[in-house]
């Protein structure tokens, strides 16, 4: 059975930065796509950031380019996304997700749109404060 498990998020002072981790079981890692989604409340959710292996090709949405990094480890079967620089309107629910082996592509659309995926993570507070 396929499980997504995260862990990370917390609260952070504004410039600071977290790592989030997204553990996939059940699931062979090596062929896939993993994207980072974030929430805020009664806001739609919004395709940060993906991952495709086996290339390592990767999409990042404008707002975060150059503060955030995504990776993945194959042995670990873990994504990781690297957030630098945060800022309070960073502050949201994050969550990642895992495709199958269909569409290895970083092409925006593909990263970012939520019906590309197979599996999420219950997802996980990121808070910064001013």
């Known amino acids: 059975q396929l499980q997504v498990a995260e862990s990370g998020g917390g609260l952070v002072q504004s410039g600071g930065s977290l790592r989030l981790s997204c553990t996939v079981s059940?699931?062979?890692?090596?062929?896939?796509?993993i994207g980072w989604f974030r929430q805020a409340p009664g806001k739609e959710r919004e395709g940060i950031t993906c991952?495709?292996?086996?290339?390592?090709?990767?999409y990042y949405v404008d707002s975060v380019k150059g503060r955030f990094t995504v990776s993945r480890d194959y042995a670990q079967s873990t994504g990781y996304l690297q957030m630098n620089n945060l800022k309070p309107a960073d502050s949201d629910l994050y969550s990642c997700?895992?495709?199958?082996?269909?569409?290895?592509?970083?092409?925006?659309?593909?990263?970012?749109?939520?019906?590309?995926?197979?599996?999420w993570g219950q997802g996980m507070q990121v808070t910064v404060s001013p």
């Open positions: 997700a895992v495709s199958d082996a269909g569409f290895l592509t970083a092409d925006r659309d593909v990263c970012v749109g939520a019906e590309f995926y197979l599996a």
């Open positions: 059940g699931f062979y890692l090596r062929y896939n796509r």
């Open positions: 991952i495709v292996s086996p290339d390592g090709s990767t």
